[in-house]
């Protein structure tokens, strides 16, 4: 693994324990958009593990494992976060779409989020080797 991948993913590691205290305080916005931040920065390990080129500034979940070479290797649940938390990141932050997806949220929904989350991490870590 070369040391920008690492990097990702200690960034992604640190932004667990503050997804964790977003839900603790119910800030359940914030705490989904920070679980897309993780899965994102896990995703752009694996781009910059695969291809040895720094990762692409951009936040679409599926085009970064497609490049990152394994979209075809995740799960049908690993997909499915990958289209929740999607909208947690970029709709949720515009008035129009922020109420909507604020209300689509709980307690529990967003704990399942986080689990998820960090299943998702751990799963690159062990491809990635680390």
């Known amino acids: 693994m070369t040391d920008r991948a690492a990097y990702w993913l200690d960034m992604a590691e640190g932004d667990v324990g503050a997804a964790k ?3 603790k305080g119910r800030h359940y916005l914030w705490a989904g958009f920070i679980c897309h931040l ?6 752009k390990a694996v781009v910059e593990s ?3 080129e720094a990762p692409p ?4 979940l599926r085009t970064l494992a497609v490049k990152g070479g394994i979209y075809g290797a995740l799960s049908a649940e690993q997909v499915a976060l990958l289209r929740v938390l999607m909208p947690l990141h970029v709709e949720g932050r515009y008035a129009e779409y922020r109420e909507q ?4 949220l709980s307690f529990e929904k967003c704990g399942k ?3 998820e989350t ?7 870590k062990e491809k990635l080797g680390k």
């Open 38 to 43: 993780i899965v994102e920065k896990a995703l």
């Open 57 to 60: 500034k951009i936040h679409d």
């Open 21 to 23: 205290s977003m839900l």
């Open 101 to 104: 997806i604020a209300k689509s």
């Open 118 to 124: 960090e299943a998702f991490l751990c799963w690159i």
């Open 50 to 52: 695969v291809t040895g």
């Open 113 to 115: 989020i986080l689990d």
